[in-house]
DNA sequence: ACACTAATGGAACACTGTTCTATAGAGGGC
DNA sequence: GCCCTCTATAGAACAGTGTTCCATTAGTGT
């Protein structure tokens, strides 16, 4: 009974699950340091050589994270009722339910720059196609009255700015705040309600 | 007229500035990418061994510059006139101008994670009292009934999380915003309106 | 069953932070 | 001015990184 002089040949369909698996549980377990082209290979049960030969190395890997990341968002922002403000803070603990839920990805999409992690041309587009939902939100809501003398983009990269630093915050694990969703959902509603409609007496 | 046989050394005076100000040059110049040992050594005019003599390596340095930092914001954030409104959008105003002044600070402080780089207890203090200057603006905006049924925590939290979100994005220019600074003072008195008195007609 | 494809292990490269070494220049006491 | 101590220096060395090249050989399609 002699030991297998190399380890068998993983099946060429289960390398791409095996390998992606592995970059998300690794980002989840041990944080970005931990994510290494050895490790993925290691965990994934595959050969480093591997990730070059069906992914384009590490930054390869990086792109579908991030592409696969702003599909899902992207998706999970697109709530559409006949209330755009409720559509609008639906969206945003969407946005935040995206981020806890799927830490890994958040963290190549806006958290943890890798070196010499560029997203490519399309990848990049696919974020401003995403960033264009937010917008899409505000214009709906501009049509009955509210965000009145704000450009829609503007106002996205407000209601955006306050998503992000918020959620980012909290992943991050320096949140002072008690009840975390409560406050993000306080921090939504008081935005939506100061930039709403003027203020002035009926 | 013979090269000399190794390069002068430089005063011992003259080795602390020489490498922070490697440090914060190389920061601005080349992103965290290019902070590498060797080349904060080279640019400081100074050898390698230097920066683990007489700091703590690399992220001895970092250490510092995070210190630096806090300490700098702290003093910007301190902003006390008569009337606490006032004071809290000039401290957010200050918040983000401390940001676009002080980059390589403020990314040694929010925005990248380096590698092994865990700041020290009394340095977290310090970006926890830094937090806390916040807090007391907001308390003393309670005074005047403003953030009313807001906890003072959770209402500096919100606030923090506008300004880091906006400055952060706005520092790794995916700013889609026209008018960057107008769009930040638009995002922070919305919020503090939204979060202000209630809306009941009086 | 056979041929072709491709996954494997291992060596190698340039780079990283870090430690250790012997050497010799800077600074202070006389 | 002289000498002695302190320490900044250059350089090798270590483990780790992403990446490339290699011969071997196990899967896979026909």
Known sequence: MAMPRRMLRTPSQRIEPAVLGAVVYILNEDG???LTVRAIAKRAKVAPMTIYNHFNGKNGLLEIVWT??????????????GDPAHDLIASALAYRNFALEHRAHYTV???HHFDGFVPSIPATQLAAQTFQVLVNHIQRCQAVGLFEGYSATNAAQMMWSACHGYVSIELTSVNFSSDHEGTFRSLITGLLRGLGPSLSTP
């Open 109 to 111: 999409m806006f958290i």
């Open 68 to 81: 696969d990341g702003f599909s899902t968002l992207q998706q999970a922002l697109g709530i559409e009722t």
């Open 32 to 34: 970005p340091d931990g």
